[in-house]
């Protein structure tokens, strides 16, 4: 397809180092990680901070960063006052659906720059205590949001992924072994400094050292023995502590631009955003639904999975890239095996960690990263969230 000046451009890209729950990024309100890394993109670009046209930020469990925290983020960052800004919030998507919405607006004309990504303070998520005014005494009700339950369901996300997985034939066993994969996978990234255009050191508050540089999540120590002596959780078949990620604390954002501003900027693209789409199925489908986003871009794009010269599918659970690559070999083993080959070749969110509303954007920034180190081409992303949403990007590079 020919290029035109209207094709969506990715011109920068930055994130935190993903933050442990209870880690160095604990006091990092949601605002001020996404504001940092805003700040960090924009001096990693160059481009005047009045020449952004709005900004997008998904963050995906909002109790946290209350009351419109891209709005906060905007006020505490070095755009003027003046930017638009919408917070966004579709679960594990907001960050993907964030890029989404600022691709359709450079799209249609509507905009030239606009920051997409998203931020995520789980360590600073507020438990949930509802109003009972007028109730006689007796016990009072708080919940915990980050037990990520469906109520209409009456069990938890973990507890339906496994039991979709197991429907898939994805035991625990395998899960277990994708995610020390994931782990293992990770430090030979990020040895061979695969993070570094992705990542920024995170200033500590006093002193001169960063409080934090790396991901602190990953452990050296992951193996197949160590995770089957762990415990389901929740009520889940499959699902441990161990191949699935933790609640993390982290933001990610990208700068999209039109082919023609960055012509006029004379910036080189990173990559170019070919399509975005949105899809949902039933409540407990998330560990396929990235199957099914992957799926629909490849039919508008009229390719197929073979030609993606790399896959990145978000680890909301071990189960979820291995349930979702089977189901884009139509259920053969052997073909799954070889798209796996391809898949988060350099670590996943049950390494990296998986601040909800961040994710999203650091899945492309880690396909661009990836394409780009292997010589250009095609590649596609995909992430659940949601109770059976999805979101998908398919991205080339030069």
Same mark, same amino acid.
């Given at each position: 397809?020919?290029?035109?000046?209207?094709?969506?451009?990715?011109?920068?890209?930055?994130?935190?180092?993903?933050?442990?729950? %209870?880690?160095?990024?604990?006091?990092?309100?949601?605002?001020?990680?996404?504001?940092?890394?805003?700040?960090?993109?924009?001096?990693?670009?160059?481009?005047?901070? $009045?020449?952004?046209?709005?900004?997008?930020?998904?963050?995906?469990?909002?109790?946290?960063?209350?009351?419109?925290?891209?709005?906060?983020? =905007?006020?505490?960052?070095?755009?003027?006052?003046?930017?638009?800004?919408?917070?966004?919030?579709?679960?594990?998507?907001?960050?993907?659906?964030?890029?989404?919405?600022?691709?359709?607006?450079?799209?249609?004309?509507?905009?030239?720059?606009?920051?997409?990504?998203?931020?995520?303070?789980?360590?600073?998520?507020?438990?949930?205590?509802?109003?009972? +005014?007028?109730?006689?005494? %007796?016990?009072?009700? =708080?919940?915990?949001?980050?037990?990520?339950?469906?109520?209409?369901?009456?069990?938890?996300?973990?507890?339906?992924?496994?039991?979709? @997985?197991?429907?898939?034939?994805?035991?625990?066993?395998?899960?277990?072994?994708?995610?020390?994969?994931?782990?293992?996978?990770?430090?030979?990234?990020?040895?061979? %400094?695969?993070?570094?255009?992705?990542?920024?050191?995170?200033?500590?508050?006093?002193?001169? #050292?960063? #409080?934090?540089? @790396?991901?602190?999540?990953?452990? +050296?120590?992951?193996?197949?023995?160590?995770?089957?002596?762990?415990?389901?959780?929740?009520?889940?078949?499959?699902?441990?502590?161990?191949?699935?990620?933790?609640?993390?604390?982290?933001?990610?954002?990208?700068?999209?631009?039109?082919?023609?501003?960055?012509?006029?900027?004379?910036?080189?693209?990173?990559?170019?955003?070919?399509?975005?789409?949105?899809?949902?199925?039933?409540?407990?489908?998330?560990?396929?639904?990235?199957?099914?986003?992957?799926?629909?871009?490849?039919?508008?794009?009229?390719?197929?999975?073979?030609?993606?010269?790399?896959?990145?599918?978000?680890?909301?659970?071990?189960?979820?890239?291995?349930?979702?690559?089977?189901?884009?070999?139509?259920?053969?083993?052997?073909?799954?095996?070889?798209?796996?080959?391809?898949?988060?070749?350099?670590?996943?969110?049950? $390494?990296?960690?998986?601040?909800?509303?961040?994710?999203?954007?650091?899945?492309?920034?880690?396909?661009?990263?990836?394409?780009?180190? #292997?010589?250009?081409?095609?590649?596609?992303?995909?992430?659940?969230?949601?109770? %059976?949403?999805?979101?998908?990007?398919?991205?080339?590079?030069?």
């Amino acid at each position: 397809m020919a290029e035109t000046d209207r094709d969506v451009v990715v011109l920068g890209v930055a994130r935190t180092p993903f933050g442990r729950f %209870g880690g160095k990024l604990e006091a990092a309100p949601t605002a001020i990680l996404a504001a940092r890394t805003i700040d960090t993109l924009l001096a990693r670009t160059g481009v005047d901070p $009045a020449r952004i046209d709005s900004v997008y930020a998904g963050v995906g469990m909002i109790g946290a960063g209350v009351l419109t925290p891209a709005r906060q983020a =905007v006020l505490r960052s070095a755009l003027p006052a003046e930017t638009p800004s919408l917070t966004v919030d579709r679960a594990c998507c907001s960050g993907m659906t964030a890029i989404g919405l600022g691709w359709k607006d450079i799209k249609l004309g509507l905009a030239d720059l606009v920051i997409c990504g998203g931020a995520e303070n789980l360590s600073g998520t507020p438990f949930l205590w509802p109003r009972q +005014r007028g109730s006689r005494p %007796g016990p009072v009700d =708080v919940r915990d949001p980050l037990m990520l339950r469906a109520d209409f369901l009456d069990k938890a996300i973990a507890a339906y992924t496994g039991e979709e @997985a197991l429907r898939f034939g994805v035991d625990r066993e395998q899960q277990d072994a994708w995610a020390v994969q994931s782990h293992q996978r990770y430090f030979a990234a990020d040895a061979a %400094g695969y993070f570094d255009v992705e990542r920024f050191p995170w200033p500590a508050e006093r002193g001169n #050292a960063p #409080a934090l540089e @790396a991901d602190e999540s990953p452990r +050296r120590d992951a193996t197949p023995e160590k995770l089957a002596t762990l415990k389901t959780v929740y009520g889940s078949p499959t699902v441990t502590a161990g191949n699935a990620p933790g609640l993390n604390d982290g933001a990610a954002f990208l700068l999209l631009g039109s082919r023609a501003i960055a012509k006029a900027l004379g910036a080189e693209p990173l990559a170019t955003i070919a399509d975005y789409v949105q899809v949902a199925d039933g409540p407990t489908s998330g560990s396929y639904t990235p199957a099914i986003a992957i799926g629909k871009l490849l039919r508008r794009a009229d390719r197929k999975i073979e030609t993606m010269r790399l896959i990145e599918i978000n680890e909301a659970f071990a189960a979820t890239p291995l349930v979702s690559t089977l189901r884009l070999a139509d259920g053969d083993r052997k073909a799954a095996d070889r798209l796996r080959e391809r898949t988060n070749l350099h670590g996943g969110a049950v $390494a990296l960690g998986h601040p909800l509303g961040a994710s999203g954007a650091r899945l492309a920034m880690t396909l661009i990263n990836g394409l780009r180190r #292997a010589g250009g081409g095609e590649g596609v992303t995909a992430i659940c969230g949601g109770y %059976g949403q999805g979101d998908g990007l398919l991205l080339k590079v030069a």
